[in-house]
């Protein structure tokens, strides 16, 4: 429910604090479902093996990491702050062995990004064959990752809740198809329904500020 009170964020004894669209929300705390997917089972097993390469460093080399941590921000809640080194070690290296590039024990410096190829989402429905596609204005490369929603009712402006699905394809005649990363994750999204995706890259495990489109899904043509 939502209240009036300092704003805060987190768990309280048996109640969470948080801020939600109108304002600061209490709500009981729950344990959150656990479903061990494959894709959670994953991301957990890299995160278990980037810990123990930051625990098998030099001193010298997680004080390289805290200087470089020292730059960066996290995202905001009740205010941003600068991240630990091992925050960023772990940010870095999760990024890389996701997507299967080495994990580096020095912090690497933080790069340029180019121009981001994907500028928006088109959905087609073609006798009830559905296809996504990112309108791009050049190649995304290797290094674009794609994250999507799942289909969701077509009065939403706008949804948070993305997972990875995968790196952006090539494009072909300006677009890129990315309609198989999307229904492997999802399935094919209902006529009628909104899909969201976000997109950015990621260099040397640095990521870039996203962007977020939207589209609806047509009735057959």
């Known amino acids: ?43 957990r097993a890299i995160l278990t ?51 299967g590039q080495d994990q580096v024990d020095a912090p690497p410096a933080r790069p340029m990004f180019p121009d981001l190829a994907p500028q928006g989402l088109v959905i087609t429905n073609a006798g009830g064959a559905v296809t996504l596609k990112l309108t791009c204005l050049g190649d995304p490369g290797e290094n674009t990752i794609v994250r999507g929603s799942k289909a969701v009712s077509q009065g939403f402006e706008k949804f948070n809740d993305f997972r990875v699905l995968g790196t952006c394809p090539a494009a072909v005649g300006g677009s890129a198809d990315i309609t198989n990363l999307y229904t492997a994750r999802y399935g094919v999204p209902p006529v009628g329904t909104k899909v969201f995706v976000r997109v950015n890259q990621f260099v040397n495990g640095w990521e870039d500020v996203p962007l977020t489109f939207a589209a609806v899904v047509p009735a057959a043509a």
């Open 1 to 43: 429910m939502k209240i009036l009170d300092i704003p805060q964020s987190g768990k309280r004894g048996l109640n969470v604090s948080q801020n939600g669209r109108y304002g600061q929300i209490s709500r009981a705390f729950v344990i959150p479902a656990n479903p061990q997917t494959p894709a959670q089972m994953s991301v």
């Open 49 to 99: 093996r980037v810990s123990a390469r930051w625990r098998s460093l030099e001193e010298s080399e997680r004080a390289a990491w805290r200087a470089a941590a020292s730059g960066v921000q996290s995202a905001s809640r009740l205010g941003s702050g600068p991240l630990t080194g091992q925050q960023l070690f772990n940010k870095n290296n999760l990024t890389l062995s996701k997507f």
